[in-house]
Each structure stands twice: as structure tokens, then as C-alpha cells.
């Protein structure tokens, strides 16, 4: 397994290795001056990093209104929950005052025959 592992790390370096020394022969032949190579490569680097800023807050705008939806939607569930749990206690004190009164009712059925 370790030996699997090792071939697979020499297999991704000798790639890495591979693009860069291509890159750099790439430089040498280059039809342009050294100078204008690098104006080009810096223009690159500020058109890229401004859409990974772009994408980044893009990114970061979605998980935010994600958050607050899921905020929102609990917030809703757990409201609810309170209607819920306050009209099922209401249906609970009802049947309980229905049974005290039923009960009553059967406590003086009995006293009247007991006497």
C-alpha cells in the first residue's frame, strides 16, 4: 500500500515538475520582450484575482442569505411550536374541566342513591 502511495506522489511531482519546466522554456521562446512578458503576467494576476474577489463575495453573499433563510424558516417552526403547544395545553384544560365536572356529576348521582 505504501509502496501504491509513494508512486502516486512521484507520478503527481514529476508532473508538477513537468508543467513548470514547460512554462519556463515557454518564457524563453517567447515572441516578446521580457519586459512585456511580465506587464502581461501582472495584468493577468489583477483581472484574476479581481474575479476571485467577485466569486468570493458572490460566494459569501449566497451562504449568507442561506443563513438567514434557515434563521427565518426556525424562527417560523419554532413559532409554531408555541401555537401548538399553547392550544394543545387549552384542549387539555378543557377535557380536564369536562372530567372534574363529569366526575362531580357521578360524586352527586352517587350521594343521592348512597344517601
Same mark, same amino acid.
Given at each position: 500500500?505504501?509502496? +501504491?502511495?509513494?508512486?502516486?506522489? $512521484?507520478?503527481?511531482?514529476?508532473? /508538477?515538475? *513537468?508543467? &513548470?519546466?514547460?512554462?519556463?522554456?515557454?518564457?524563453?521562446?517567447?515572441?516578446?520582450?521580457? +519586459?512585456?512578458?511580465?506587464?502581461?503576467? /501582472?495584468?493577468?494576476?489583477?483581472?484574476?484575482?479581481?474575479?476571485?474577489? *467577485?466569486?468570493?463575495?458572490?460566494?459569501?453573499?449566497? $451562504?449568507?442569505?442561506? /443563513?438567514?433563510? /434557515?434563521? !427565518?424558516?426556525?424562527?417560523? &417552526?419554532?413559532?409554531?411550536?408555541?401555537?401548538?403547544?399553547?392550544?394543545?395545553?387549552?384542549?387539555?384544560?378543557?377535557?380536564? !374541566? !369536562?372530567?372534574?365536572?363529569?366526575?362531580?356529576?357521578?360524586?352527586?348521582?352517587?350521594? +343521592?342513591?348512597?344517601?
Amino acid at each position: 500500500m505504501a509502496d +501504491k502511495d509513494n508512486t502516486a506522489l $512521484v507520478g503527481a511531482l514529476m508532473l /508538477v515538475a *513537468g508543467g &513548470i519546466i514547460g512554462a519556463g522554456v515557454a518564457l524563453l521562446y517567447a515572441p516578446q520582450s521580457g +519586459k512585456a512578458t511580465r506587464r502581461d503576467i /501582472v495584468r493577468y494576476a489583477k483581472k484574476t484575482r479581481h474575479k476571485a474577489e *467577485g466569486v468570493v463575495d458572490e460566494f459569501s453573499d449566497t $451562504v449568507s442569505d442561506m /443563513v438567514d433563510a /434557515v434563521g !427565518e424558516k426556525a424562527s417560523e &417552526i419554532l413559532d409554531r411550536g408555541k401555537d401548538l403547544a399553547h392550544d394543545a395545553k387549552k384542549e387539555l384544560l378543557k377535557a380536564m !374541566e !369536562e372530567g372534574q365536572a363529569k366526575l362531580e356529576k357521578q360524586r352527586s348521582r352517587l350521594a +343521592k342513591i348512597i344517601g
